[in-house]
């Protein structure tokens, strides 16, 4: 078999991008220990789409509240403005979050 360069370095990086993965999951399983599933969709549900959508949520937020982008919105230090981009974005992280642990958890 014949595989492109860039096909071999994923595959090489693959078991090692699987290893974060799951210390991600096992992270977030000692975290959320008091609310875990209690049916196996449930924690299929949690193994497959807890990880990225974790990462995705650290990255989105990494983003939105660096420097860059606070001094985009107002030059000082700490503003009123700053804070009033900054909430809704917090409110909606939080409703989406607990959405989604009241699916896993079956409530």
């Known amino acids: 078999m014949n595989l492109s360069v860039p096909v071999m ?13 799951l210390l991600i ?3 977030m399983t ?9 049916s196996w969709s449930r924690w299929l549900l949690l ?3 807890g990880p990225p959508l974790y990462v995705l949520g650290e990255t989105f937020f990494g983003w939105l509240f660096s420097a860059a982008h606070g001094r ?3 030059q000082k230090r700490f503003s009123i403005t ?6 809704p974005a917090a409110i909606a992280a939080f409703a989406l979050y607990w959405w989604l ?3 896993l958890i079956g409530g």
Not at 82 to 87: E, G, Q
């Open 9 to 21: 370095v994923w595959l090489r990086r693959l078991p090692a991008l699987a290893a974060v993965w």
């Open 25 to 27: 999951a096992g992270f």
């Open 30 to 38: 000692v975290e959320f220990w008091s609310e875990m599933p209690r």
């Open 47 to 49: 193994l497959a789409f």
């Open 72 to 74: 985009a919105i107002s």
């Open 82 to 87: 700053r804070v009033a981009v900054a909430l």
């Open 101 to 103: 642990s009241s699916l």
